[in-house]
């Protein structure tokens, strides 16, 4: 059984740093892609970052150049590094495996 289980959130300053990790227990997924989203009240889920099994990543321009994907094969574990946050990265950050799998989500505040 595939499960994903976010860790990291919380609330910071503008500012602020935060290190979000992603833990899958199950079968590897070394093979994956793997991805974070995140969705703030009242607005649909939107993908933030995403990394292939290669290391290609990709990200949504809101955080470009603030945001980093990383992943850790050998510890199943997918990492989101975020910098200069903002107010507007207020949001639950999900952990996905293909999309097929999700996390239960962490909680980021940023305050102002």
């Known amino acids: 059984q595939v499960r994903l289980v976010e860790t990291g959130g919380g609330v910071v300053q503008a500012g602020g740093s935060l290190r979000l990790a992603c833990a899958a227990a199950?079968?590897?997924?070394?093979?994956?892609?793997m991805g974070w989203y995140r969705q703030a009240p009242g607005k649909q889920r939107e993908l933030v970052a995403t990394?292939?099994?290669?290391?290609?990543?990709n990200y949504v321009d809101s955080v470009k150049g603030r945001f980093t994907i990383s992943r850790d094969n050998a510890k199943n574990t997918v990492y989101l590094q975020m910098t200069s946050l903002k107010p507007e990265d207020t949001a639950v950050y999900y952990c996905?495996?293909?999309?097929?799998?999700w996390g239960q989500g962490t909680q980021v505040t940023v305050s102002s």
């Open positions: 199950g079968n590897s997924f070394s093979n994956d892609i």
């Open positions: 996905t495996r293909r999309t097929d799998y």
């Open positions: 990394i292939t099994s290669g290391g290609y990543t």
